[in-house]
């Protein structure tokens, strides 16, 4: 239960087509990742298979079943919103039943399910709290607590963790990838942070401009790119990319440039030093500019020149279209 | 661009003079008296006109309320104590006007909490349903909301005139009625047909400003709730009862506070459309107020002013509990 397929999806608010024919398909208890930039319409992808929002084309499909014209509520989707959409009136315990007493599921068996919830998610102290007086990251659990006990085929998660602070994501991160692996439900989760997208992830769908650009494991992803947008999209710091004088262009991660002689001659900008590593800017005599991560703490000065070597293993070529070579 | 300049200096060269003039005074005071003396000399100006026109015309009030007979001045007005006060106040049975001293009193008093209760009631409901119709995604979404807000913009006297052309009895209304072949009907001087006139047009005029309270108050539910609720599967008779009626209820109770008070003082619009007619089926007890102490033969300023005071009284606890309110809802 919870394969979902996309056939065709094509999405237009207006003369502005938003999704352009978007095929995929998401087997049974995966967690995937949608990424891309901002506008790039993860969020309408998301609507569109939860039944929140109509596709202008194309076909929904969730275990075989075309559900493009069923309505949210018959979808057995559970979707955690980017706001928590949490009810602010209602407590913790009375927000988590809301919708199950929308199908006259019997008290006890509401009761048992709030239960099991809230033990998973260690909120069980907070379920006689509002929503206003939880923190941002309790707020969170509730609202996957919220998601759970509907028992969902599958969860549409908006990025859930994008208003929590770094550490307490870095927590929310684990833990969410953890309840993947115990649940075994499919998850289709959104967000623009990479970090979570190669941690948590799958499989990855980049897109881009409302088209999916590559769609596979995190690390074929990071390791053989299909495009440039994508090269450059996954991976912190940016790829470099070096244009040959044939059009075709060269593509190397800053982590696989080592200082040595003989290699690319570049003139430093400036130096971040990360600690363990230091993040040099810097740029070719043609101006293009380079960056290399460099193990230990290195002091280069404004204007020195450096030389920048990497194993031919580690280039990544595209041609003139973008297109992997 | 010079001419241009040159102009603005003409205009502001007087203010600037101005400026420097009423800088030496105002510093002269602030040296004198400091921060708390400028504050005290900015709020003057509108402490003085509160006081002229409201707090002292309080206190006259109430002294007029202890007094007797038709004087004009204070001074030359016997002291009569609390009588206005046991006149107005002594009933044999408060539900029953007729076993009162003053009867006419609280027949007003009895028309006016009916008037309240229905007015209150069906414009609350009317407001809250054309909000929530506004609040959906409608073609001409301005246009509607103009068109509810236009008649708060009509003066009270304006609006009773419009809708006694349009009641009387050969008003349009009736004028209607005949060509679809229907009996014309009394609207001003039918007791009952009068009383719901005076509800139906106070709503009319005053429902906009209270729809557009609601409305912000609709706006501001966020929209992922509704969705929320939409994933859930939830009926919208539920999604109305348990998410949009409890956020609401700030605002509503907003709306019911501040149209009971004004509710409470109805006059012009009602006064103008039925004249407190037939009878004395509309007559409120603002027009009491008015007729007992400027319109009748046996003219009685002391007594208006004891039972605008006893107004007064139930106004001050409505006030109380809408400032409540507003701080309840403001410390959230
Ligand atoms: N209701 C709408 N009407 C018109 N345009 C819309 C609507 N919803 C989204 N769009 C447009 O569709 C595009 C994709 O929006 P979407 O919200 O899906 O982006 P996103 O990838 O989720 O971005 P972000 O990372 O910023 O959340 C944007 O250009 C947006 O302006
Ligand atoms: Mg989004």
Redesign the interface.
């Known amino acids: 239960m919870g394969a979902i397929t996309l056939e065709n999806i094509v999405k237009s608010f207006g003369a502005v087509e938003v999704i352009r024919d978007v095929s995929l398909d998401i087997p049974e208890g995966e967690l995937v990742v949608f990424v891309g930039p901002s506008g790039c319409g993860k969020s309408t992808l998301l609507r569109l298979i939860s039944g929140l929002d109509q596709p202008t084309s194309g076909h929904i499909l969730i275990d075989g079943k075309d559900v493009t014209r069923v309505s949210a509520a018959d979808r057995g989707l559970a979707m955690v919103f980017q706001s928590y959409a949490l009810y602010p009136h209602m407590s913790v315990r009375q927000n988590m039943a809301f919708g199950l007493e929308n199908t006259r599921m019997p008290k006890a068996e509401i009761a048992s399910r709030i239960e099991e919830a809230a033990r998973m998610l260690e909120i069980g102290p907070l379920l006689d709290r509002r929503p206003g007086q939880l923190s941002g990251g309790q707020r969170q659990r509730v609202a996957i607590g919220r998601a759970i006990v509907r028992e969902p085929t599958a969860f549409l998660l908006d990025e859930p963790l994008s208003n929590l602070d770094a550490e307490l994501r870095g927590t929310m991160r684990a833990e969410l990838a953890a309840l993947h692996g115990r649940l075994g439900k499919t998850m289709i989760y959104v967000t623009h942070d990479q970090i979570e997208a190669m941690t948590m992830a799958d499989r990855i769908v980049v897109l881009r401009a409302g088209v999916v650009e590559q769609v596979d494991t995190p690390l074929n992803l990071f390791n053989k790119p299909a495009n440039r947008f994508v090269a450059g999209f996954i991976g912190a710091p940016r790829m470099n990319f070096i244009e040959a004088e044939d059009g075709r262009v060269m593509g190397v991660r800053p982590q696989h440039l080592r200082l040595a002689d003989g290699g690319l001659a570049v003139t430093v900008d400036m130096a971040e030093n990360l600690g363990a590593e230091t993040l040099i800017h810097a740029r070719t005599d043609k101006d293009q500019p380079i960056l290399a991560l460099l193990p230990g703490q290195l002091t280069p000065t404004r204007g020195e020149n450096l030389s920048l070597v990497h194993d031919p293993a580690d280039e990544h070529w595209f041609g003139a279209d973008g297109l992997r070579l | 661009m010079r001419p241009a300049t040159s102009a603005g200096a003409v205009v502001t060269a007087p203010l600037r003079w101005l400026a420097r003039a009423t800088d030496v005074p105002l510093s002269a005071w602030q040296r004198l008296t400091g921060q708390r003396g400028m504050i005290a000399l900015f709020l003057l100006p509108n402490m003085a006109i509160f006081g002229i026109f409201v707090l002292v015309p309080l206190v006259i009030n109430l002294l007029y309320s202890t007094t007797g007979g038709t004087e004009f001045f204070l001074s030359d007005r016997p002291q009569v104590g609390a009588d206005h006060y046991a006149r107005l106040l002594d009933c044999g049975n408060y539900l029953d006007p007729n076993s009162c001293r003053d009867d006419m009193f609280w027949i007003a008093v009895s028309n006016t909490a009916r008037f309240v209760f229905f007015q209150v009631a069906v414009m609350t409901l009317a407001a809250l349903i054309t909000a929530l119709i506004l609040n959906r995604a409608l073609p001409g979404k301005g246009f509607w909301r103009a068109v509810f807000f236009f008649p708060v913009l009509l003066s009270p006297v304006v609006v009773g005139l419009i809708w006694k052309w349009i009641l009387q009895r050969q008003g349009l209304a009736n004028l209607f009625m005949v060509e679809l072949g229907l009996e014309p009907v009394n609207w001003l001087t039918d007791r009952l047909w009068a009383f719901v006139a005076a509800v139906g047009v106070s709503v009319w005029a005053h429902m906009g400003f209270y729809t557009l309270i609601l409305l912000a108050g609709l706006q501001a539910i ?1 929209r ?2 509704y ?9 919208p008779f ?1 999604v109305f009862w ?2 949009t009626l ?2 609401l209820m700030p605002n509503l109770l907003v709306v019911i506070v501040l149209s009971l008070i004004r509710a409470v003082q109805i006059f012009d619009e009602a006064y103008v459309l039925t004249g407190g007619g037939p009878g004395t089926s509309t007559m409120f007890m603002t027009q009491y107020i008015y007729e007992v102490g400027f319109a009748n033969l046996l003219r009685n300023p002391g007594l208006a002013a004891a039972a605008s005071i006893l107004m007064a009284c139930v106004l001050i606890v409505l006030t109380l509990l809408q400032l409540y309110l507003s701080r309840r809802s403001g410390a959230k």
């Open positions: 966020p992922d709730l969705e929320a609720a939409e994933m859930d599967g939830t009926r539920r348990r998410i409890p956020l």
